[in-house]
């Protein structure tokens, strides 16, 4: 269990509920580069709402359940100060501020999209977004290197997904099954 | 096809995306891009392509590309429609299994679980990259930020945002 002193605790009512929504829209805002770095800046070393052992047992199991790890770590963190209140006041802090600026930008962009210089930056920076994404995925891939199973699985993937574009659910549901029961196979 | 039967297909085509996002949106990108892209003709590659660099490098979650994608079909109800959907299934997820958490940490069939998914995972992110370059990537020099940019990025550890700000200059440089 967590050590009680090094976590502050939660304030009660609708105060508790505004921090939850500050802090996680201080964290999505800030989230470049994946807003987990920044989570862990608000939540443990900030606020001492968790500990370093908390923080990372929860993102473990953010990162295990589908959906953006941020929306899932809002859900659980809020949950667990107010209930369904605190994870919907995270929930929001997540989103509503980051929402209204992309609707913002969604507009600039219909608007000036087609202006020459607008399309060449935007131009630029998708084409450095798509490396930025192999580099991910790349650091993902460096712990499966030697494993035969996890480059087979891992290839089907991108062989069924990326290159011959079939449906994502029909390749997730022919190979997390098989995956998973493998895994399951071996350690046991 | 009227608005409130597009809305319906952006909120379930999407829902389904969130409860397949293992690992986040960037598996999911992909499926989005077949959908909105060659299925519905809803956007063209340079849009998708635009989106993707506006979601990375403005603040805010990248799951909000969903957003973009809404505004561009549907405007602000198409935006908001979009967000919910990638949102509030994933989210009910993690709020359901999140009390039940300590029950199974340990469990057998979850380390099972996320070592089968991994490898998926992976695979699905290399198609992203792959697709998202398709879009991105129309002559040489595109071609040629996308290889840099991967390779600057994985061996320093400069904030990405200088290197899209490279490559947006570059852009404006070349192309305009």
Redesign the interface.
């Known amino acids: 269990m967590s050590d009680a002193q090094d976590i502050a605790a939660p304030r009660a009512g609708v105060d508790g509920l505004v921090d939850l929504y500050v802090a996680f829209m201080q964290i ?6 994946g ?1 987990i770095n920044w989570a862990h800046q608000a939540l443990v070393t900030q606020r001492r709402w968790m500990n370093d052992e908390d923080f990372t ?1 929860t993102l473990s ?12 770590f ?3 963190l809020g ?2 100060q107010h209930g ?1 209140s605190g ?1 919907l006041a995270a ?1 929001a802090g ?2 509503s ?3 209204v ?3 913002l ?3 600039l ?2 608007e000036f ?1 087609q202006i ?2 607008i ?23 460096q712990p ?1 290197r030697r ?1 035969p ?15 011959l ?1 079939f ?3 029909d390749v ?1 549901l022919t ?2 099954p098989l ?6 196979w071996r ?2 | 096809m009227n608005q409130g039967a597009i809305l319906l297909q952006i909120a379930t085509r999407f829902a389904l995306l969130s409860l397949l996002s293992f690992g986040g949106v960037n598996v999911v990108l992909p499926d989005a891009h077949r959908f909105v892209v060659d299925t519905q003709h809803w956007l063209t590659d340079q849009q998708f392509a635009d989106f993707f660099a506006i979601a990375q490098a403005a603040p805010g979650p990248n799951f909000l590309i969903f957003a973009l994608i809404g505004w561009q079909v549907a405007g602000m109800l198409g935006a908001i429609t979009a967000t919910l959907a990638i949102v509030v299934p994933a989210g009910t997820m993690a709020f359901v299994v999140g009390g039940l958490w300590h029950r199974f940490r340990n469990a057998p069939w979850r380390r099972a679980t996320q070592t089968g998914l991994a490898p998926v995972t992976i695979g699905l992110v290399f198609s992203s990259a792959l697709v998202l370059s398709g879009a991105a990537d129309h002559d040489w020099l595109t071609f040629a930020v996308t290889v840099v940019t991967a390779v600057v990025a994985l061996g320093t550890k400069l904030n990405p945002l200088w290197l899209f700000a490279a490559a947006g200059l570059l852009g404006i440089v070349t192309m305009s």
Do not use: D, K
């Open positions: 999505s805002l800030s989230g470049f580069g807003a047992e199991l953010c990162q295990f359940l589908p959906g953006p790890n941020i929306v899932n809002a859900m659980c949950q667990r369904l994870s929930l997540v989103f501020v980051p929402l600026i992309f609707i930008l969604g507009f962009y219909s999209g020459a210089f399309h060449g930056f935007l131009s630029g920076i998708s084409a450095a977004a798509a490396g930025f994404i192999i580099t991910i995925g790349v650091r993902l891939a499966h494993r199973l996890s480059i087979f699985f891992g290839l089907a993937a991108f062989i069924g997904v990326g290159m574009r449906p994502l659910l997730m190979l997390a995956s998973v029961a493998i895994a399951w350690q046991s």
